[in-house]
């Protein structure tokens, strides 16, 4: 028994098991996860290793290169990228793209370990290496506290509170807090006093250090207990700090507060500092628990936030920086919109072909299989989000196709005098098996894009898996709903004793004259199509061409760097300048900084500087996107007038995370002065391009470094070590740790300073006094030469091989394609020292990845797609006719992309390959019919005249339903330029079917005019 057969025998429970389908939909549509975004793996890690002292050079040679060695056995690992700047080691680990998800958390244990090994490698002072594999978590709701008037000490405390009442609310996996200043006792030493009074550095920094340090006295064991026996003692207070003895060097004892002033203050510089509207703030960065719903657990923040900012102090406030839980819902709002109008677009155009009652019975299967597609999403774990809602789209017409087919069949047989029972499941029996072929054809165009290892593979998978569900689910209820509804809906024709032939009419004559003369001058009309198809590829060189899509979202980020050397203190002024410039400019509403790094991957598509001194980050709210345009378009034309010191990079929200510039020319080999002079010559070739803007290298300039050296002899007669001259130094700059000063929860580092401390001028350098014992030296006395000299403060490598980037960006306007051919002939021609190797990376290296990794499922595809119609057709000449057809769908694709202004990019490429599985079901469909014309007795000239006549109308319906439901997602950032690739393309594409196809089954059959 058939589905068919079971459905219309047993019609309660039928319409009882369509109920459910119509409340679960609706059920699911409530419950279902909701994104903003389809989610992908960022795999990646960073591993980070302190080594102060060092230079950049030193560090990548002494520590990089030794944990590098040991990372590059790890079997997962794709490959390497270093920064490595004084005393800093950072090292990010990328894993093959073929790594799965579920294997992550291994693999970084292994990392762990493999790193853990290498520690015994590091030179004395390194270390220990930090790993940190959540370093792609998003945390997808980010606060700000802030107000005037309160001090960091303040806001650190109410941000303290925030996160522990955050931590409560349920689906919360995660809270960090950003730019918290750490508390600090300074003390700020008399070297003067300390000579007199003899005290010496070493014997008041040893003093210091025991006396605050936590000591274990043990237990006391009685007959009968167990008691634990606490020493105290340790600081408690600042007052007590103030008031601790040091001993002289005669033995009195004096306090401390009589040789140093001390005051709470905050270590310096700041590592990083975050400004909202200006003031200072702490950012407050929060996940969601796996697989909760973010929509959800973000108002419930919001909620919690609500009540307790009701007992904050009078201006205090908190600010929604970004809020991936509001924006999941407004972008599924927007996308739920879009997929009613193209329900209601579709319902319209079926009502226009073929009445309202037949209309309506069609339109129902559409509902049924989105409702149902809804319930196996939900089942299934897959997310409401961009992709997924498109994907409903992209399917609208496809979904429609089978019940137009079945519909269509049984109107046909009626109007030909045979009963509406008989009638139904004659067009049952009669496409089950091609509309099945087809379906699955169909879902299997897409199937490369689910295979790809690749990260827009895993953005764009609910694509194929919602396409594969509502495409099956679409052909089952073709195959039960829809006969169920033709059954008890549609009434019998009237007995008048004479069979209509239901083709007849102005508009099929002149399509029968038209297909007839293609046929009869088959080869005139394949000159036509291949001539057509020339130009088709001719015309592609006025396409513009990008990899993916900005998003329309109203707002901006803004990264800005300083020249390398930079004092923070520094970057926060020129960071606050351009706050103050943008929050004058019309349309902006809100702005929030960062200083010395990125905020937390509050989205996931973002990159991550720092920390660095000379690095600010902007993120500027507007109040829409056109207001965001103009802004962006305003800062290009007048940053280098306004902050010419400061590199600044204004950009759109993407939907991949974006490269530090979109054109990367890498150049790899041992010596860095060679790579700098070839990086130069590859900028030198960028700024004569027109193309090219934000030129620069990611090693940026040499800085200065004050080189002092020491003089043993010297120094011996003063009794000075180099240890003391590094003292010397360190006490000058930022200070040094000598303990820790416990509050409650906090731990505050003591750090001692000189009076001698913000020396701004250099030649102040000279005058430094150098403590030896209780003498105090002057520096010139234990030093042979100062001087002035420059080194690379940045020293990256990339597969353990030291590496240097020429980058930019296209203008505004420009595509990075074009900026690409213009440059890439000349770099490439670029003269390479032996021993030196060069690659391009960005984009363009994104791109080709992207592409390779989708054609490298496609064969598999397309052997699948071979062989479902082998068996469908049973011969080879009818699957070479829907083969030939497929290169023919680029005609319209082009010319609408053209016509629109709408670039080529990855997301077109995707509507491309759906449009082939469109185009092969239409073929499908009319080669079969011919075969059925065949099997009754006609020849091949009238089994194709006959099979495209009678398949002229559901071809058109299938195809403008699809059309038409596209139109929504036109002005989609994303999507816009698929939509316009499907809608063209398919156009094209339904008159490549009813004309083209029976050209080419003429040719392939070899049919003469006498046969006509």
């Not at 030179?123 to 790993?131: D, E, F, L, N, R």
């Not at 043993?712 to 003292?727: F, Q, S, Y």
């Amino acid at each position: 028994m058939s589905l068919t057969d079971f459905t219309l025998k047993n019609k309660p429970f039928s319409w009882f098991a369509l109920a459910l389908v119509l409340l679960g939909g609706m059920f699911a549509y409530l419950k279902i996860g909701k994104l903003e975004d389809a989610p992908f793996t960022i795999k990646q890690a960073v591993v980070l290793t302190t080594y102060p002292g060092a230079s950049a050079e030193e560090v990548s040679e002494q520590v990089t290169d030794k944990l590098e060695e040991a990372i590059q056995s790890l079997g997962e690992l794709d490959y390497v990228e270093t920064i490595n700047r004084p005393g800093v080691s950072r090292i990010d680990v990328y894993l093959k793209k073929t790594t799965k998800q579920a294997d992550l958390q291994q693999v970084w244990d292994k990392l762990r370990r493999k790193v853990g090994d290498a520690q015994t490698q590091l030179p004395s002072g390194a270390g220990p290496s930090i790993v940190n594999d959540d370093f792609a978590d998003v945390l997808g709701v980010f606060y700000g506290i802030y107000g005037d008037g309160f001090s960091y000490k303040e806001l650190n405390d109410y941000a303290d509170e925030l996160k522990k009442e955050i931590l409560k609310v349920p689906n919360v996996a995660k809270v960090n807090l950003f730019g918290k200043a750490q508390e600090s006792i300074d003390i700020q030493l008399s070297l003067t006093t300390m000579s007199e009074l003899g005290i010496s550095m070493d014997a008041l920094v040893t003093a210091l250090n025991q006396q605050n340090q936590l000591v274990n006295s043990g237990f006391l064991n009685t007959p009968t207990q167990r008691i634990r026996i606490q020493t105290t003692g340790d600081f408690d207070e600042l007052e007590a700090i103030k008031n601790f003895l040091i001993t002289a060097e005669d033995g009195s004892q004096i306090p401390l507060k009589d040789i140093a002033t001390l005051k709470q203050s905050y270590v310096e510089p700041f590592t990083s500092k975050m400004k909202i509207q200006g003031l200072p703030a702490i950012g407050i960065a929060i996940s969601t628990v796996d697989g909760a719903n973010v929509v959800d657990m973000a108002s419930a923040v919001a909620s919690r936030l609500q009540e307790l900012e009701e007992d904050m102090p009078s201006g205090l406030l908190l600010k929604n920086i970004y809020d991936q839980g509001a924006a999941s819902q407004e972008a599924n709002d927007g996308f739920v919109i879009n997929l009613v109008a193209s329900v209601g677009t579709v319902v319209l155009i079926l009502l226009f072909f073929i009445g309202l009652k037949n209309g309506i019975l069609v339109g129902s299967g559409l509902i049924f299989s989105i409702l149902g597609t809804l319930i196996v999403m939900w089942v299934t774990g897959l997310n409401m989000e961009r992709v997924s809602l498109a994907a409903l789209i992209i399917a609208m017409g496809m979904l429609v196709d089978n019940s137009i087919v079945v519909v269509e069949a049984t109107l046909m047989a009626m109007k030909r005098g045979i009963r509406k029972g008989e009638a139904i499941m004659m067009a049952v029996k009669g496409s089950a098996w091609p509309l099945l072929g087809a379906t699955i054809i169909a879902i299997l165009t897409f199937l490369p894009i689910r295979l790809s290892p690749d990260n827009t593979g895993e953005y764009l998978s609910s694509l194929f898996s919602v396409l594969a569900i509502s495409l099956t689910l679409s052909w089952i209820f073709a195959m039960t709903q829809t006969p169920l509804v033709c059954d008890d809906f549609i009434k019998d024709e009237e007995e008048n004793g004479e069979q209509d032939d239901p083709y007849q009419g102005k508009f099929y004559d002149i399509f029968r004259k038209v297909l007839n003369w293609c046929i009869a001058k088959k080869y005139i009309a394949l000159s036509i199509l291949i001539g057509l198809f020339i130009t088709t590829i001719f015309s592609f060189r006025f396409l513009s061409v990008i990899f993916m899509p900005d998003l329309d979202k109203p707002m901006i980020k803004v990264n800005a760097f300083l020249p390398e050397g930079a004092r923070f203190g520094y970057t926060e002024e020129q960071a606050d300048a351009m706050f103050n410039w943008l929050i004058t400019r019309e349309g902006v509403k809100e702005v929030t900084t960062t200083i010395g790094q990125t905020p937390p991957r509050y989205f996931l598509a973002s990159s991550s500087f720092g920390p660095q001194s000379n690095y600010f980050h902007l993120i500027v709210e507007c109040e829409d996107f056109e207001a965001t345009e103009k802004l962006l378009e305003m800062m290009e034309a007048e940053k280098e007038t306004l902050w010419p010191d400061v590199y600044v990079r204004p950009e759109y929200f993407s939907v991949m995370s974006p490269k530090e510039s979109k054109v990367q020319a890498r150049f790899m080999g041992p010596d860095p002065v060679v790579l700098d002079s070839l990086a130069n010559e590859a900028m030198e070739i960028m700024r004569v391009s027109p193309y090219a803007r934000h030129i620069h290298s990611d090693w940026n300039n040499m800085s200065a470094k004050w080189s002092v050296e020491y003089a043993p002899e010297k120094a011996a007669h003063a009794n000075v070590t180099r240890a003391h001259l590094a003292n010397a130094f360190q006490t000058m700059g930022d200070g040094i740790t000598v303990g820790v000063y416990r509050e409650k929860d906090k731990q505050m580092p003591i750090i001692i300073k000189t009076e001698e401390s913000g020396i701004s001028d250099m030649q102040q350098v000279n005058n430094l006094t150098v403590m030896a014992g209780t003498k105090s030296v002057p520096l010139e006395q234990v030093t042979k030469d100062l001087q002035l000299e420059f080194e690379y403060p940045v020293v990256k490598t990339y597969n353990r091989r030291k590496a240097i980037s020429a980058m930019c960006d296209p203008v505004l306007g420009v595509t990075t394609g074009m900026v690409q051919k213009d440059i890439t002939e000349k770099i490439e021609g670029m003269d390479l020292p032996d021993g030196y190797s060069f690659m391009w990376d960005a984009e363009k290296k994104s791109q080709q990845e992207a592409v390779e990794a989708i054609l490298t499922y496609f064969p598999l595809a397309i052997l699948l797609i071979i062989g479902i119609l082998i068996a469908l057709f049973g011969d080879y000449k009818q699957p070479l006719i829907v083969i030939v057809m497929l290169p023919m769908s680029l005609i319209g694709l082009v010319f609408g992309l053209i016509l629109l202004n709408k670039p080529f990019d990855f997301m077109s490429f995707i509507g491309w390959i759906g449009l082939l599985g469109m185009i092969i079901k239409n073929v499908i469909v009319l080669l079969d019919e011919a075969n059925v014309q065949r099997a009754e007795g006609q020849n091949h000239y009238n089994a194709i005249m006959q099979a495209t006549v009678s398949r002229m109308r559901p071809v058109l319906m299938a195809a403008i339903t699809t059309m038409f439901g596209m139109v929504p997602l036109i002005p989609d950032s994303v999507f816009g330029s698929m939509s316009v690739s499907i809608i063209f393309g398919l156009g094209f594409a339904t008159f490549l079917t009813l004309l083209a196809v029976p050209v080419f089954y003429a040719i392939f059959y070899n049919v003469k005019e006498d046969s006509m």
